[in-house]
T-cell receptor, first 109, second 116 residues
Framework: AQRVTQPEKLLSVFKGAPVELKCNYS??????LFWYVQYSRQRLQLLLR??SRESIKGFTADLNKGETSFHLKKPFAQEEDSAMYYC???????????FGKGTRLHILP | DAGVIQSPRHEVTEMGQEVTLRCKPI?????LFWYRQTMMRGLELLIY????????DSGMPEDRFSAKMPNASFSTLKIQPSEPRDSAVYFC??????????????FGPGTRLTVL
């Protein structure tokens, strides 16, 4: 079964400290992985996708097929990073996306 | 471009009433997705359309839920009769048709539904 697991509902990190949002997936094949973000009073939006191998707003995510993980990392947290983060996957060639339950990141001053 | 438009933004209704949520996708997008967001279950895909045709409705919870897309610029999600457990935020998203890896989904602001 296809599944995305985000073990932390809430993660609190001090400003300037490193951030790691955990994401594990279950999929019988080669999935495409994404991170979506929803800032307060804004729409849910794509943050990054592993296929692009990009860094957005200082965030990176590496697909680890052995551990079936796609953790989101940032070396130095900023207050504007406070938001709800969703890890998601799609099957290769698939139109639809399956989302995890989300992790709320709270950056402490 | 206003992006994906959803109406109403908030809906409060009583159990047993019919509820209709509306969505206008981004012009030129030919895939449309309906999601439901709850604290317990997170963000779940209910149904999606390609070129106005329903492709996968396996996420629709029960027969009380129905969705239509009569043309490329309008879709509705209807709940009849509504129940308190339907209370959630309902999102609509649109994209160009094709694999999700290459076609970003753009989300609307959501409709917060409360069924009393």
């Amino acid at each position: 079964a296809q599944r995305v697991t985000q073990p932390e509902k809430l993660l609190s990190v001090f400003k300037g400290a490193p951030v790691e949002l955990k994401c594990n997936y279950s999929y019988s094949g080669s999935p495409e992985l994404f991170w979506y973000v929803q800032y307060s009073r804004q729409r849910l939006q794509l943050l990054l996708r592993h296929i692009s191998r990009e860094s957005i707003k200082g965030f990176t995510a590496d697909l680890n097929k052995g551990e079936t993980s796609f953790h989101l990392k940032k070396p130095f947290a900023q207050e504007e990073d406070s938001a709800m983060y969703y890890c998601a996957l799609s099957g290769k060639g698939d139109d639809k996306i399956i989302f995890g339950k989300g992790t709320r990141l709270h950056i402490l001053p | 471009d206003a992006g994906v438009i959803q109406s109403p933004r908030h809906e409060v209704t009583e159990m047993g009433q019919e509820v209709t949520l509306r969505c206008k996708p981004i012009s030129g997008h030919n895939s449309l997705f309906w999601y439901r967001q709850t604290m317990m279950r997170g963000l779940e895909l209910l149904i999606y359309f390609n070129n106005n045709v329903p492709i996968d409705d396996s996420g629709m919870p029960e027969d009380r839920f129905s969705a239509k897309m009569p043309n490329a610029s309008f879709s509705t999600l209807k709940i009849q009769p509504s129940e308190p457990r339907d209370s959630a935020v309902y999102f609509c998203a649109s994209s160009l048709m094709g694999t999700a890896a290459y076609n970003e989904q753009f989300f609307g602001p959501g409709t917060r539904l409360t069924v009393l």
